[in-house]
């Protein structure tokens, strides 16, 4: 059974960062997608940034461009986002679905319980 816990999150002011972190247990395929997604009040999940874990293929929302790095190494996925703004706001949640990256939400079987990330003016 695979298990994600997410971590991280926090309050800073526009222009700062945060570093978004994602343990992971019981892979037991040979590559996963792993991603991070966030959803405001009001709004649908949205994916914000994916990559395999055999570190091939990079996906990043057209929003975080150029701000937002995802990492994979030893089971663990970060999410360094730098300059961040208030629109970032959001909760934000690992997710991790074997072999393919896909774009929505519901194709994802996996899931952490959520970091709260808030971004002031």
């Known amino acids: 059974q695979v298990q994600l816990e997410d971590s991280g999150g926090g309050s800073v002011q526009a222009g700062g960062s945060l570093r978004l972190s994602c343990a992971a247990s019981g892979f037991t395929a040979n590559n996963y997608c792993m991603g991070w997604f966030r959803q405001a009040p009001g709004t649908e999940r949205e994916k914000v940034a994916s990559?395999?874990?055999?570190?091939?293929g990079t996906y990043y929302a057209d929003s975080v461009k150029g701000r937002f790095t995802i990492i994979y190494a030893n089971n663990k996925l970060d999410l360094q986002m730098n300059s961040l703004k208030p629109e970032d706001t959001a909760m934000y949640y690992c997710?991790?679905?074997?072999?393919?990256?896909?774009?929505?939400?519901?194709?994802?079987?996996?899931w952490g319980h959520g970091t709260q990330v808030t971004v002031s003016s």
């Open positions: 990559i395999y874990t055999s570190g091939r």
């Open positions: 997710a991790a679905e074997p072999t393919f990256c896909y774009n929505v939400a519901s194709r994802f079987h996996y």
